[in-house]
């Protein structure tokens, strides 16, 4: 196939399937991009952008217009019960983005949907998918619009929506994993008289496995995570809450596709992949996949998505489990040890540049 007039359907204009699209289009090809969606999110949801990200959204001139609406957090602070245990400092990562940019995912959407217009692409919102084939020598998608519904004859498919996905669904590929019990809650407020580092991350963690984390994600609005039912409760110290934008809770999924493509059909992002949002990859692993997926389709080099981009999926998923179970640990045996481990990170800089760069995605 002609790879300029190859025809590419993206179900998902989510961050993975937005990258895939941006991606494809600076290499001169015209992908259709649809959603069920009304528009980008009204939900922040992720928002940590990593270095690698940042890296591989500069071709397409999203980078610039993210890191003058994102907020640099150089620094994340770690709390025991009523000690700081250890500051990782982003600005000893060896990089020219020695941070991690904070973005609000509606943000992140609403600039990669609009410098995807500029390479004559709109992202078709209100459209799904509603079933897919595959034939030998093309893919078959019955899509509806406005009530309507349509069938159209593709090239290639690349499936980035979400953890429900239906394109991952239609060719039968299994979403292998479990979903923890324990319930998480999410807050996004304006907090004023903030107590703490501004623009800095706060973690605590206490002995009875509670913990949170909070995250500012604009001028004196925070994003806060929990183990538990109020993520606000475990963000100690002397602040006043001047408005709850979003209350939610959910359970935190650990799976992972037993394969990312078929003959003609790719996944990629919450598709392929999901995990704790400890480590804050799960975004940036679904750009990353997208990247790959654009790469190796003008490459010609498909065949080999799977076995590329899988095992870094499986490799996090691994970590971010760990990281999550001892995190939430009250075993004091475990405690002690993580708290002696990172107290030590903490004290010695040079052996903040590996937990650094994973996080950054420089290195898996």
Do not use: C
Request: hydrophobic residues 40%.
């Amino acid at each position: 196939m002609l790879r300029e007039t190859a025809s590419i359907l993206i179900v998902g204009a989510g961050p993975t399937g937005l990258t895939a699209a941006l991606e494809l289009a600076r290499r001169g090809v015209h992908p259709r991009i649809i959603d069920k969606k009304d528009g980008p999110t009204p939900l922040s949801k992720a928002v940590g952008i990593s270095a690698h990200s940042l890296d591989v959204l500069e071709a397409s001139g999203v980078s610039g217009k993210l890191l003058a609406k994102g907020l640099k957090v150089r620094h994340a602070h770690f709390h025991t019960e009523t000690r700081e245990l250890v500051t990782i400092d982003f600005s000893l990562l060896p990089h020219r983005y020695n941070f991690l940019l904070s973005l609000p995912q509606r943000d992140t959407e609403r600039i990669m949907a609009e410098m995807l217009a500029t390479f004559g692409i709109e992202v078709e919102w209100r459209t799904q998918l509603v079933g897919l084939t595959q034939q030998a020598d093309k893919v078959e998608a019955r899509i509806t619009r406005g009530g309507e519904e349509e069938r159209h004859s593709f090239d290639i498919a690349f499936g980035a929506d979400g953890a429900d996905s239906s394109v991952r669904k239609a060719v039968g590929i299994e979403f292998e994993g479990y979903t923890h019990r324990r319930q998480w809650s999410i807050t996004d407020a304006e907090i004023a008289s903030w107590p703490y580092e501004p623009g800095a991350a706060q973690a605590f963690l206490n002995r009875s496995g509670d913990i949170g984390f909070i995250i500012p994600i604009g001028d004196n609005r925070f994003r806060a995570v929990s183990n538990t039912p109020d993520a606000l409760a475990h963000v100690p110290g002397n602040y006043r809450v001047s408005q709850v934008l979003r209350t939610d809770r959910f359970h935190i999924p650990a799976k992972q596709a037993s394969r990312y493509q078929t003959a003609r059909v790719f996944l990629g992002g919450d598709a392929a992949h999901v995990h704790s949002p400890l480590g804050a990859r799960g975004m940036n692993l679904g750009i990353e996949d997208a990247a790959s997926f654009a790469r190796r389709f003008g490459d010609g080099t498909l065949a080999g998505y799977t076995d590329e981009r899988r095992p870094v999926g499986h490799r996090w998923i691994e970590l971010s489990e760990r990281i999550l179970s001892t995190a939430q640990s009250t075993n004091s045996f475990v405690q002690t040890f993580r708290n002696l481990v990172m107290w030590t990170i903490g004290t010695v800089p040079v052996l903040q540049r590996p937990l650094l760069e994973r996080v950054a995605g420089l290195k898996e």
